[in-house]
C-alpha cells in the first residue's frame, strides 16, 4: 500500500484498493480511495465484505453453471452417438390441441438421423414442423389414434405399419410411449422378417398341401411309406402303411 500512497502524491491521481484484512480470525474486505490532498493523502474506506462474499459465491454458481453445462454438453453429445449407432427412428412429438382440448395434430419436437434413409427428410428441416405437413400417412391410417390413445391413457402402444420408400413397400414396427403432454415414438424396419415369416408361412401351407396329396395318393394306390431316421433308429410310419400291414 505504502508504494500506492506514494504513487497518489507523486502523480495527483487517485487510486483505489481493494484490501483483505483478517480480524479475530474472519476474514475482511475493504474498499479504499485514496486522494491526493495538499502535501499528504486522505484515504476513506468502507467494508466491502458481503459484497466479496456475494462475488465468490457468484462465481461458484458460475463455476457450477459451466460444469454442469459441460456435462449437460457431454451428455447430449453421448445421446447423439447412440441415436446415430443404433438402428431405431426416434422422434420426440409434442401434442397440438383445438380450443375444445381435443388433439388435432403434433409437432416435431425432435428426430434422429436415421429417418433420412427411409423418407429423404434431414432432421434440422422437419423439427418444429407438424406431423399432417411432414408425415400425412399417420392421418390417413390408424397411427393417429394410436398416438392419441398414448397421451389421453398414459399406456405405451406398439404397432406395425407399412410404408412406401421409393415405391417398395416397406414393414416397419413401432412403439409409442408418453412424454409430458406429447409422444416419443422409436421404429425399425422389420421389411426382412415379416418376409421371412411369410415365408415359412407359404412353406408350412405348401408341405401342408403336399403332405394331403400324398395320403390321398397312398390310398388310391394301395401303397404305404416310412422314414427311418439313421441317427436315433426311430421311424415314422404312414397310415395306410398301418392298414396294409393290418
Not at 160 to 186: C, H, M, N, Q
Request: aromatic fraction near 10%; glycine fraction near 4%; proline fraction near 3%.
Amino acid at each position: 500500500d505504502y508504494e500506492q500512497f506514494v504513487n497518489c502524491v507523486e502523480q495527483k491521481e487517485k487510486i483505489s484498493l481493494d484490501r483483505q484484512i483478517s480480524v479475530d480470525g474472519e476474514k475482511l474486505w475493504f474498499k479504499s480511495l485514496v486522494t491526493p490532498l495538499a502535501e499528504g493523502i486522505m484515504v476513506t474506506a468502507r467494508n466491502s465484505t458481503a459484497e466479496e462474499k456475494a462475488t465468490e459465491q457468484q462465481l461458484f454458481l458460475n463455476q457450477r453453471l459451466e460444469n454442469q453445462n459441460l456435462k449437460l454438453l457431454d451428455n447430449r453429445a453421448f445421446l447423439n452417438n447412440i441415436f446415430k449407432s443404433i438402428p431405431h427412428t426416434i422422434m420426440n412429438f409434442e401434442t397440438i390441441r383445438d380450443k375444445k382440448g381435443n388433439i388435432s395434430d403434433f409437432k416435431i419436437l425432435f428426430i434422429n438421423d436415421k429417418i433420412t434413409s427411409i423418407t429423404g427428410d434431414l432432421p434440422e428441416e422437419i423439427i418444429n414442423k407438424n406431423v399432417s405437413e411432414v408425415f400425412p400417412i399417420i392421418f390417413e391410417t390408424e397411427i393417429f389414434v394410436y398416438l392419441k390413445e398414448v397421451v389421453q391413457t398414459g399406456k405405451p402402444k406398439s404397432y406395425e405399419v407399412p410404408y412406401e420408400v421409393e415405391g417398395i413397400p416397406k414393414w416397419f414396427s413401432a412403439r409409442a410411449v408418453k412424454l409430458g403432454d406429447g409422444v416419443t415414438l422409436t421404429s425399425r424396419e422389420i421389411t426382412e422378417e415379416k418376409e421371412r415369416t411369410e415365408q415359412l408361412v407359404q412353406l408350412n401351407t405348401q408341405l401342408e398341401t403336399q403332405n394331403s396329396i400324398f395320403i390321398d395318393a397312398e390310398n388310391v394306390a394301395n401303397i404305404g411309406s416310412y422314414i427311418w431316421y439313421l441317427d436315433n433308429g426311430e421311424a415314422i410310419i404312414s397310415d395306410n402303411f398301418y392298414r396294409i400291414l393290418g
